[in-house]
């Protein structure tokens, strides 16, 4: 169904310098009204999306908050009731189960999923950049590896006006980056699967965006591509892009700095991934002991 947003102003003038403050700590929001903002609410609407002042934001550390939300498909609810704070300038991983919510919570950070209760609010008023798995991207779309990777400036120009000479500058280092400079004139349909992974990390790139949510950006590939997209990923949080990452690798969600574990819709545990992935939680979500650098392997996501 169609959601109706509202959005208070955001990014007030201030004299105070863009340099990003150092790392969020992660922490559960434990209250409700712990966002301080203004705002006026249709009283028709379940929800809102809204921004805030950006000096209270870097203040407060975090780039996206959720507050008591409720979310899911047609008669089927799947997150209940979830608060927690995803820290700026950092990488913060997903992880729980299959069928915990991880796709569903980054469809609702990013926009794309409605919410039938509560509130998420955002540090800026930029879309987000939001890389889905590749397994939803059908082989049949007649585009190049360029193409698909040049979508990601629609966020910024929309999708019918022709690229500038710094847009086609942006797409050619996000395909550097990524490695896949050199299928740039192949068609998505006919490079392999972890190619295509990549192409879709550079779109994600592309895009320019200050918050940038992957769903299984590495599932399926092999060492040396997951450890590319890895060493993406941290560069873009070191140029002050916040990473979020549903992962059913718990290697990668330990090298994040914020870990939220989510078990049947709910948030159990957030933190530092030492104190959140220890050997005695682990066991307890998933129902049998693994050891450290277990590799979950993922099947429907949700």
Not at 22 to 33: E, I, L, P, Q
Not at 52 to 59: K, S, T, V
Not at 80 to 90: D, G, K, N, Q, Y
Request: with cysteine.
């Amino acid at each position: 169904m169609p959601r109706s947003t509202t959005q208070v102003p955001a990014r007030a003038q201030t004299s105070e310098t863009s340099t990003p403050p150092h790392k969020a700590r992660c922490t559960k929001a434990t209250s409700k009204g712990a966002v301080n903002h203004s705002m006026e609410r249709d009283p028709t609407m379940k929800t809102i999306i809204i921004t805030i002042n950006e000096r209270e934001a870097l203040r407060m550390r975090w780039q996206v908050a959720l507050d008591e939300v409720s979310a899911g498909y047609a008669g089927r609810p799947v997150l209940r009731r979830l608060s927690a704070h995803i820290p700026a300038f950092a990488t913060t991983a997903l992880v729980g189960p299959n069928g915990s919510g991880k796709s569903t919570l980054l469809g609702v950070i990013a926009g794309v999923i409605p919410v039938a209760a509560g509130e998420v609010a955002h540090r800026t008023d930029g879309r987000p950049a939001f890389v889905v798995q590749r397994s939803r991207v059908a082989d049949v779309l007649p585009l190049t590896v360029r193409d698909a990777v040049a979508m990601g400036r629609w966020a910024r120009r929309g999708p019918w006006r022709r690229l500038s000479r710094s847009d086609r500058r942006v797409v050619e280092t996000s395909m550097e980056r990524l490695g896949i400079a050199d299928l740039a004139g192949r068609q998505l349909g006919e490079v392999s699967g972890g190619q295509r992974q990549r192409a879709l990390v550079a779109q994600g790139l592309a895009q320019e965006a200050e918050l940038l949510l992957l769903d299984e950006p590495t599932t399926g590939l092999d060492m040396a591509a997951r450890q590319l997209i890895t060493d993406v990923l941290a560069e873009a949080v070191a140029d002050g892009v916040t990473v979020v990452q549903a992962t059913h690798d718990l290697d990668a969600a330990r090298e994040a700095e914020c870990v939220l574990l989510l078990q049947e819709g709910r948030l159990v545990a957030s933190g530092a991934p030492a104190t959140v992935l220890t050997g005695d939680t682990v066991e307890r979500i998933w129902h049998s002991p693994r050891p450290a650098g277990t590799f979950v392997p993922a099947e429907r996501p949700v």
